[in-house]
C-alpha cells in the first residue's frame, strides 16, 4: 500500500471513530427514569357535616398542588370501581398517596381500595417493578395497619400543633432525609416545622412489640403527644419504596387557615418542596403508563374542577366526588 492510500485509510477511520463517539452516549443510561409520573391519590370518604352536600368523597386541592409542585401530576382515585378496574389503574399510575381524614382503617371502602393497591404494590416491587406508597397523617397510619394486619393505634393527641421532629440516627442515612442539606436537617430537630392534626398514632412500644412492623419499617422520627405518648412520626420501608408521614407536609405551602398552626417559615417551606420532590422522584423510577394519550388525560385531575371551601372547612379549595 501506498503512503497516500495509507493516510487516507488512517482518515477514514478517525472520522468513523468520531462521528460513532458523538452518537452514542459515553455512558449507558442504566435506568430509564419517567419525566412526566402520574401519582395516584385515593379519595378520602367525608365525614363532615358541612362538606356531605357536596359529594361522598373529597380530596383536599394542598395534595395535588403538593404533587404538582414537585413535578408530577394526579389522577383521583374514587372508592366505587372494580378490583380489576383498580388493577388497571395500577398499571398506569406511578405512585400511590393515602392522605390524610377520618375512616375506618379496617372495615371502610377507603381501607378495602388500599389493601388492594397495597397487594398489587409489594407484588410488583417483588418482581422489580418499583411502585413508590406514600400515608400521610390518617394515610401512614393505614400503612401500619396493612403491614401489620391490625390496629394497633392508641391516643396520640397532637391536635393543631406544630413540632420539631425527634430524628433517629437511622434518618440521616434514609432515603427520605440522606439528601437533606445539614442546615435543614439541624432546623428540623429545633424548629416547629411539621403541622399535626391527629388524635390517634402509633407508639413507639407498640411499633417495637410487633415483629411485622419492625421487619417492614425503619422509624425515622418520633414525637411526644400531648398525653406524653412517644409516637412514631416518620417511617420508611426498608425492602419497599413505602413512607409515612403522622404530620402533614403539604400545609406548609398550600393551606392557609389563621386559626391552625400550619408551618409557614422558610424551613417549613423549604421541607415541604424537598420532600415533594422526593416522592416525585420516586414514582419517576415507575415505568407504569396509560394505555394511550387520550385515557391518559380523561385520568386526570385536571377535568375536574376544585370547590372554594375556605369559609366552611379548614381547606381552601376541595375537589368533591
Known amino acids: 500500500m501506498s503512503k497516500k492510500g495509507f493516510k487516507v485509510e488512517i482518515f477514514v477511520v478517525v472520522v468513523c471513530w468520531f462521528c460513532c ?68 389503574i395500577f398499571k398506569s399510575i406511578n405512585g400511590l398517596i393515602f392522605i390524610g381524614g377520618a375512616t375506618d382503617l379496617e372495615t371502610s371502602d377507603f381501607a378495602r381500595v388500599a389493601r388492594i393497591f397495597y397487594k398489587l404494590a409489594l407484588e410488583a416491587n417483588d418482581a422489580g417493578d418499583y411502585f413508590p406508597m406514600w400515608g400521610t397523617c390518617l394515610g401512614m397510619q393505614l400503612l401500619t395497619v396493612l403491614v401489620a394486619g391490625e390496629n394497633l393505634l392508641s391516643r396520640t393527641t397532637a391536635e393543631n400543633v406544630a413540632l420539631p421532629l425527634n430524628l433517629t440516627t437511622d434518618a440521616h442515612s434514609s432515603r427520605m432525609f440522606k439528601d437533606f442539606p445539614e442546615d435543614l436537617v439541624k432546623a428540623i430537630t429545633q424548629e416547629p416545622l411539621t403541622g399535626n392534626f391527629h388524635h390517634y398514632g402509633l407508639e413507639v412500644q407498640a411499633f417495637q412489640e410487633n415483629e411485622k412492623l419492625r421487619s417492614f419499617f425503619t422509624v425515622l422520627s418520633t414525637n411526644v403527644a400531648e398525653n406524653e405518648a412517644h409516637f412514631i412520626s416518620t417511617l ?20 392557609w387557615d389563621r386559626n391552625l398552626n400550619f408551618p409557614h417559615s422558610s424551613h417549613a417551606v423549604h421541607l415541604s418542596s424537598l420532600l415533594a420532590e422526593f416522592f416525585i422522584n420516586e414514582g419517576r423510577r415507575s415505568s407504569h403508563h396509560f394505555d394511550n394519550l387520550e385515557e391518559e388525560e380523561s385520568s386526570l385531575i385536571y377535568t375536574h374542577t376544585p370547590l372554594y371551601a375556605g369559609n366552611f372547612t379548614a381547606y381552601e379549595q376541595v375537589y368533591f366526588f
Open 236 to 255: 420508611e420501608g426498608k425492602r419497599y419504596p413505602f413512607y409515612g408521614v403522622q404530620w402533614h407536609p403539604e400545609v406548609n405551602r398550600f393551606q
Open 21 to 88: 463517539s458523538r452518537a452514542l452516549p459515553l455512558k449507558p443510561n442504566r435506568e430509564v427514569l419517567n419525566d412526566r409520573p402520574v401519582i395516584g391519590i385515593l379519595t378520602m370518604i367525608v365525614s363532615d357535616e358541612v362538606m356531605k352536600p357536596f359529594g361522598r368523597t373529597y380530596i383536599p386541592a394542598s395534595y395535588v398542588k403538593y404533587v404538582e409542585s414537585g413535578g408530577g401530576r394526579v389522577m383521583p382515585i374514587r372508592l366505587t370501581l372494580t378490583t380489576s378496574e383498580y388493577e388497571k
